[in-house]
């Protein structure tokens, strides 16, 4: 981060929380080029936004705004500083959906939040749609024709050509056209949230919030419960997509006359499109980027490719596209870029005294971590401590009751967790964290146990 916009970030921070900022965070980013920061204070934090984009920055504020005055749970926009591309919004702290989808897999308690996720969507594309500002829509102010042929040239340059897969491009252009023709034939009047989606449906003290909605625009409701339903990491299973679309459609009925058979009608041609714009951002991101981490999604968006075509949901005439997506099905891009156990990330989280010297990494890597845990109040000192460990019960009372080995882990949090993405992103696969203190038994024990517990919880 450059001195100006530090000092930008810490400008803006202390005009909305009247004191300075003690620490700005980078947060890890995500496919978009859109920078974010934790700003700490005494008593309270946010999160600073940086964008280059100013229309995209104008779109999220005013929808942000529009979305909190009907009651809908987003981040609060605290402050603003448009013309140095910032702004401040409420910090929600970091966990997702999509990470509780991955940690407990499609449990009961994930499937009622997506069944709250899905109550608040019609919230978002009826009620609050009707009265929006859509002149700050960006890059457009509908998800027309012209829109749905960027996102299947999109696929076409980013993955189909980049995949080096073959498909005669004349004929494939009037299948897109086709098929664009046949997708606004469906009503597309409403708020189309453009990226509903788990990774942007936050988790903060048992309520949702919703982010990421700047690309939103006038269009179809399949879109919406398309991009939730069939995101290709989430990996719902296909019989909890029928479930859940049901459940939504019930939902909607209660704010707006919906014909069900003609929304279903044109569904699986939303949920197609929702695929094919997502393997252009995976080939644009992996193929063209060499960001690893997107490429290990490809297998997931072809198995819902499969079962659509399976189940001959994708019902249109375009022999072009179909044999485009037959190829793709057929190819070995599945088994290619399937994540095995020896492409996940490996950490190794050790406790050690200094007395014996900072541990080896054995992984080639020459070292990672090392965190000096001397400075927090030594449980060793004590004679009723002293055959105990930093597992005991004992302890850990005592270290958090005497010590600032909060503060200190939270430190930690930050900055390991800056790591573990940024090295899945890249396909990393070994990073090792050390903690010592004066006989590693006490405080680098605790401190190792506590980041393993954590990190178990949030990769």
């Known amino acids: 981060m450059n001195v100006e916009l530090k000092n930008n970030l810490n400008k803006l921070f202390k005009r909305w929380a009247n004191e300075n900022s003690l620490n700005i965070t980078p947060l890890p980013q995500s496919g978009s080029n859109r920078k974010y920061y934790r700003i700490s204070g005494n008593s309270t934090s946010a999160i600073g936004v940086y964008n280059k984009d100013k229309k995209e920055n104008l779109a999220f504020i005013k929808f942000a705004k529009h979305f909190y005055s009907k009651d809908l749970p987003v981040p609060q926009v605290l402050e603003e500083d448009l013309k140095n591309s910032l702004y401040l919004i409420q910090d929600l702290g970091d966990d997702t959906l999509f990470e509780l989808l991955n940690k407990n897999g499609f449990d009961e308690t994930v499937e009622s939040y997506y069944k709250k996720a899905l109550s608040y969507l019609p919230k978002f594309q009826i009620t609050a749609g009707k009265n929006l500002d859509y002149s700050v829509c960006y890059p457009r102010d509908k998800f027309d024709q012209q829109s749905i042929l960027w996102d299947l040239n999109y696929f076409k340059y980013y993955f189909l050509k980049l995949a080096d897969l073959q498909f005669d491009e004349q004929k494939l252009e009037n299948d897109f056209n086709s098929f664009a023709r046949y997708l606004m034939r469906a009503d597309t009047c409403y708020f189309m949230y453009r990226d509903f989606q788990s990774r942007n449906i936050m988790i903060k003290e048992d309520q949702l919030y919703f982010i990421d909605f700047q690309g939103g625009r006038k269009g179809a409701l399949q879109y919406d419960v398309a991009s939730l339903l069939w995101s290709a990491r989430a990996n719902i299973p296909f019989e909890k997509r029928e479930e859940l679309l049901d459940y939504y459609l019930s939902e909607v009925s209660e704010l707006s006359e919906v014909n069900q058979s003609e929304f279903k009608e044109f569904y699986y041609g939303y949920v197609l499109i929702r695929i094919l714009q997502t393997l252009g951002a995976y080939g644009y991101r992996g193929f063209y980027e060499r960001k690893d981490h997107f490429l290990k999604s490809i297998p997931f968006a072809i198995d819902n490719l499969e079962w659509l075509i399976e189940n ?121 964290i050390n903690f010592g203190c004066t006989g590693g038994q006490h405080r680098s024990v605790y401190c190792a146990e506590r980041l393993a517990s954590y990190l178990n919880l949030k990769t």
Do not use: W
């Open 312 to 432: 001959e949901k994708i019902n249109i005439k375009a022999d072009e596209l179909l044999f485009a997506l037959a190829q793709i099905v057929k190819s070995d891009l599945r088994s290619k870029f399937t994540e095995t156990e020896s492409d996940k990330l490996k950490v190794t989280i050790t406790s050690f005294s200094y007395k014996q010297g900072i541990p080896y990494d054995s992984s080639g890597n020459g070292g990672g971590f090392v965190f000096d845990c001397r400075a927090l109040h030594n449980p060793g000192r004590y004679p009723e401590y002293k055959m105990l460990t930093g597992k005991d019960e004992n302890v850990i009372r005592f270290l958090e009751a005497n010590s600032n080995v909060e503060k200190f882990l939270d430190s930690v949090k930050k900055l390991i967790m800056n790591s573990v993405k940024k090295y899945q992103e890249r396909g990393f696969t070994n990073l090792m």
